[in-house]
T-cell receptor
């Protein structure tokens, strides 16, 4: 299965600022997925990133708040913009494979103060 | 969109006993149902999955059953061990074979194995 490197692993940010999270995959993948996991909660899909086209956002998530880049088939970034304390969460990227299911990056633990 | 309900939210069992976690889904287009184990501070790890053309799948002490008519699927862990203590998530996706669709997760079950 694919190996995903995600960074940073954690960060503490001031409200009103932005943070960009990076995910690098060791093989080419068509789709990359970004999830949010609020403290003690389940995972919620933010958006699906397809190389060469705009990301597709789930209900409740907008591009201005969570812009995504997908410059090639092994890399994607998620930016959390104009942060508030409510954005404090773990953000995870994921890729899917037919034989091995979906795997996740190690996550970025974001705290907004 | 898809909605996945998961029960119970917390499950405490004696070491060596069996544990069962149940999920229901709403979208009949869903055809891929994975289960993830998440230990504190770690990423979710796939432990077993099932596709809609299969009713049951087993891997050592872990099994998953699927009733597509009733839109529910269950995780069964037998002979539970302390290292099984974790949060377990079910999920559903209209898996098209190309990894084109994300997962909708249940709210999770905190499994506690009592020594």
């Amino acid at each position: 299965s694919a190996v995903i490197s995600q960074k940073p692993s954690r960060d503490i940010c001031q409200r009103g600022t932005s943070l960009t999270i990076q995910c690098q995959v060791d093989s080419q993948v068509t789709m990359m997925f970004w999830y949010r996991q609020q403290p003690g909660q389940s995972l919620t899909l933010i958006a699906t990133a397809n190389q060469g086209s705009e990301a597709t956002y789930e209900s409740g998530f907008v591009i201005d708040k969570f812009p995504i880049s997908r410059p090639n088939l092994t890399f994607s970034t998620l930016t959390v913009s104009n942060m508030s304390p409510e954005d404090s969460s773990i953000y995870l990227c994921s890729v899917g494979g037919q034989s091995n299911g979906y795997t996740f990056g190690s996550g970025t633990r974001l705290t907004v103060v | 969109g898809e909605n996945v309900e998961q029960h119970p939210s917390t499950l405490s069992v004696q070491e060596g006993d069996s544990a069962v976690i149940k999920c229901t889904y709403s979208d009949s287009a869903s055809n891929y149902f994975p289960w993830y184990k998440q230990e504190l501070g770690k990423r979710p790890q796939l432990i077993i999955d099932i596709r809609s053309n299969v009713g049951e799948k087993k891997d050592q002490r872990i099994a998953v059953t699927l009733n597509k008519t009733a839109k529910h699927f269950s995780l069964h862990i037998t002979e539970t061990q302390p290292e099984d203590s974790a949060v377990y998530f079910c999920a559903a996706s209209p898996y098209s074979g190309g990894g084109a669709d994300g997962l909708t997760f249940g709210k999770g079950t905190h499994l506690i194995i009592q020594p």
